[in-house]
């Protein structure tokens, strides 16, 4: 059963999903919101214009009705009259052909986005493929678009309707009337209609649009394992990068017991904790953690300690101390300087021993170097 639900789309697509579908040129959109966009932009572009291109109408039509004797037997005068009506026509219709443009170009935004992606003009045999198609043709995605086109034809249908039967007396009254007012008239009729009729566009585009998005959404939908994959694919194979991080642990631990050889002591739980400092007056303001290290490393530490000569001081509260508040290659907190002062001093008394050749008295070895309460983590509340 788990291995089903894997396989199940059911999960929300990815954001990288949703990115590769847009480099492939697939994102949402809806013919009715494009539909209405272009009539709104034409009733609006008309609406602004309206007064300007009836009388230009009107002047274009009483040109283009009345001409000399001479002109009807002249194809000379004829041809360029045609092709100066024909630019007048250009003219008068050109602001609501760019008002449709730029409303062609704008309705991608509103569903997401314009993109140019090259993929969509490359040949795809799959959609040509007739099994695929018959099965698109019966498929419930089919089913609901077939839905919403009668739903569409009756909606526009009843709006033509009524727009007819609203205003039939009109439409037969411009019949009668002179150009100029029958053109008025007939402009004020023509936009009461767009605006009948974007209505209806309005309210198919405000059920097509969510509907669009959400289908869109549905298909792009990915099962838990394509999740699964695509996160190790951005993130790397867990297991490689467990085991990158292991050798890089092994790295910076080979690198901390590089360091033993070189520190002034190293101060003991005694066993649990390890903790080796070097201090250098030239070149520090404080004792520095060179290595540190806990059970296994800490036992590690005390060897290699002890083939080179480094001194061992069993100080258990500061080692656990020094464990907890000071990291590998940090000075020692400002807390403990007291107490590693004891330690330093310890360690400069043993070095002149060592150098005297036992001409001076063993030092002693500090019995209980007392941290401030608070930085040890080992001691009792």
């Known amino acids: 059963m788990a291995e089903d639900s894997d396989l199940e789309r059911t999960e929300t697509a990815s954001a990288r999903r949703l990115e590769q579908a847009r480099e492939d040129g697939n994102v949402p959109h809806s013919r009715e919101l494009m539909a209405f966009m272009v009539m709104a932009a034409g009733a609006g572009a008309f609406w602004v214009l309206g007064d300007w291109m009836a009388h230009g109408a009107a002047r274009l039509l009483r040109h283009g009705l009345s001409f000399s004797r001479s002109a009807a037997f002249d194809t000379a005068i004829m041809s360029g009259g045609a092709l100066a009506q024909t630019i007048d026509a250009f003219t008068l219709a050109g602001p609501i052909f760019l008002a449709i443009i730029a409303a062609i170009i704008a309705t991608p935004f509103v569903m997401g986005g314009w993109i140019f992606s090259p993929k969509a003009f490359q040949l795809d045999l799959t959609r040509i493929d007739p099994l695929k198609g018959l099965g698109r043709m019966f498929s419930w995605q089919s089913l609901a678009e077939l839905v919403k086109a009668i739903l569409k034809a009756l909606l526009i249908g009843g709006v033509l ?27 004020q009729l023509l936009f009461f209609s767009f605006v009948a009729l974007i209505t209806g566009l309005a309210i198919i585009a405000a059920i097509d649009v969510p509907f669009q998005l959400w289908q869109y959404h549905d298909r792009l939908k990915m099962t838990r394992e394509e999740l699964k994959k695509e996160a190790r694919e951005s993130e790397g194979d867990p297991h490689l990068k467990a085991r990158i991080r292991s050798q890089q642990r092994e790295m910076a631990r080979s690198r901390m017991m590089s360091e033993v050889p070189k520190a002034d002591v190293v101060v003991t739980n005694p066993t649990h904790f390890a903790v080796a400092l070097k201090y250098d007056s030239s070149a520090m303001g404080a004792p520095v953690v060179v290595a540190k290290g806990m059970n296994l490393i800490a036992q590690r530490i005390r060897d290699i300690a002890g083939d080179n000569q480094v001194p061992l001081l069993e100080a258990p509260p500061l080692a656990r101390a020094l464990y907890r508040h000071a990291d590998v290659g940090d000075q020692i907190p400002a807390a403990l300087y007291a107490a590693v002062a004891e330690v330093m001093a310890w360690v400069y008394q ?32």
Do not use: K
């Open 350 to 381: 043993m070095n002149a021993f060592a150098a005297n050749a036992g001409a001076m008295l063993l030092p002693t070895v500090p019995a209980l170097i007392a941290v401030p309460e608070g930085l040890d983590p080992g001691a009792p509340e």
């Open 161 to 187: 309707y009524w727009i007819v039967r609203h205003e039939q007396d009109r439409l037969f009254a411009l019949l009668a009337q002179p150009i100029e007012t029958g053109l008025a008239s007939f402009s």
